[in-house]
């Protein structure tokens, strides 16, 4: 418009000046012309735009409000307007149509179904390709497959970490229950042990992501870390782009493997929502350990990645001509055990550590030496001991006078039997305290269906009070009555 006004103003405008620019933004001649005569009258070059709706605060709060209905936000503009609390809403079309229009499809699912529906359209940045061993990845899953453990059934957890440049799997640790730092300990020792059975991918690693799950910010797993001096990288919270090697490592396990193992906990549903094998017998744990390290195996060896160039990740790994740097194991294990910072010295019942005595056979001869004892955190059952003036391994020793198996199904049973008693305890008390309500169809003050008499909630108050005084009662502090005549009384023997 502004070439068409300047050619205007000249007098060399020309109909095919108007034609040729008609064709080049593809509306009609007669259209030019409007624009033309009002960019003479006002100067106004732009076309002018049409009046509609536009979504402000008010609208994005009612949305919020209403879940993202559109429908509901529409009925409650009618209503606004009938009360004389607004102008005349527009219709329900004009609506869904301004909506489409200013709210892209992240904040439409953001208004319906909150944050993490909102993240799903966001498009996030990848970091460029490092170096292997440059930084690792580290995390928590729980696998939704229920396996047999101790015979209850239990959904086990996988804690591995992840090279990020190869997406190799450098160790991996299963805990039957719900992980600890333990946990991080013994797959952080695996990943970085290249000895077999463990390796070829390992070495220490430069960095290591982590997210603030208090297992991998705990003093145990960064001092360890710290005296490998390999840093840790604290990730925000509820970040998992920020750490996206091992977060497709968690979805590619589950499409790969667990959704193909028995009771899978998110397979298809009937229409009663139970599974359609209700009595699928389950995997041994040890059976589903092996599944994993089978699969990571393959994973690690078979499984071609096309962002690696159609190859493997260990292939990606041992390509790559970045020297490793490795730790011997004999520091590995002194620097990824928990210690407790006490000297002890060897008694000739052993070591006393937590009020129990810790014995080995390597101890022979060894009475009086000052020891510093290690451990893998709720390991009991077992320590490291090492000397305390050189920090030599001197050798693990274990619980004396340990209970058998049977001794521990029994208290295991035992233990079992008082949680079931003061479940049903609880539940019994409060399905007394439960109060019921009759159905109201018109607005009223609840109204209680359990209604007692007064005859029968003196007599429940009543019991309640006799085997309260039953429970006090001692029946030292009455003396017995003399039996009555008639009993026949038991002789009394005469002491020789």
Known sequence: MRRLLALDQRGELTARHVQASAEGLGVSQRTVWRWLKRARADGQLAPGAPARLVIDEDLRRRLAYWRGNAAAVHRDLISAAERGEGPEPPSLATLERAIRRDLSAGERAGLRRGERARRAFDVFLQRPAGYRNQAWEADHVEAPVQVVVAGRLLKPWVTWFVDAASNAVCGTAVTPGVPSREAVLAALRASIMTEPPYGPVGGLPETVRIDRGKDFLSTTVRSA??????????????????????????????????????????????????????????????????????????????????????????????????????????????????????????????????????????????????????????????????????????????????????????????????????????????????????????????????????????????????????????????????????????????AP
């Open 225 to 494: 870390l710290g005296a490998l001096a390999v840093s840790v990288d604290a990730l925000p919270g509820y970040t998992p782009h920020l750490k996206g090697s091992v977060e497709t490592l968690n979805g590619a396990a589950e499409e790969m493997l667990f959704a193909a193992l028995p009771r899978y906990t998110h397979a298809q549903t009937l229409r009663n929502g139970r599974p359609a094998d209700p009595d699928q017998p389950a995997l041994p744990f040890e059976a589903f350990v092996a599944e994993l390290l089978a699969w990571t195996r393959w994973w690690n060896t078979e499984h071609q990645i096309p962002a690696l160039g159609a190859r493997t990740p260990q292939q990606a790994w041992l390509a790559d001509p970045t020297p490793i740097e490795t730790v011997p194991a004999r520091d590995l294990w002194h620097f990824t055990l928990e210690d407790d910072g006490r000297a002890r010295k060897i008694l000739t019942k052993g070591i006393s550590w937590h009020g129990r005595f810790y014995v080995a056979a390597w101890m022979t001869g060894h009475v009086g030496t000052t020891v510093r004892v290690r451990h893998m955190p709720h390991h009991q059952h077992e320590v490291e001991v090492f000397d305390a003036r050189t920090g030599t391994h001197l050798g693990p020793a274990v619980l004396a006078d340990q209970a058998g198996p049977e001794q521990i199904a029994d208290v295991l049973r035992t233990r079992a039997t008082r949680t079931r008693q003061l479940r049903a305890d609880l539940r019994a008390a409060e399905h007394t305290r439960r109060e019921r309500y009759a159905a109201a169809t018109d607005p009223q003050p609840a109204r209680r269906i359990d209604a007692l008499t007064n005859g029968e909630a003196m007599t429940e108050a009543s019991d309640a009070d006799d085997a309260h005084l039953s429970r006090l009662a001692d029946p030292r502090l009455i003396p017995h009555a003399p039996p009555p005549d008639g009993w026949v009384l038991p002789a009394t023997r005469q």
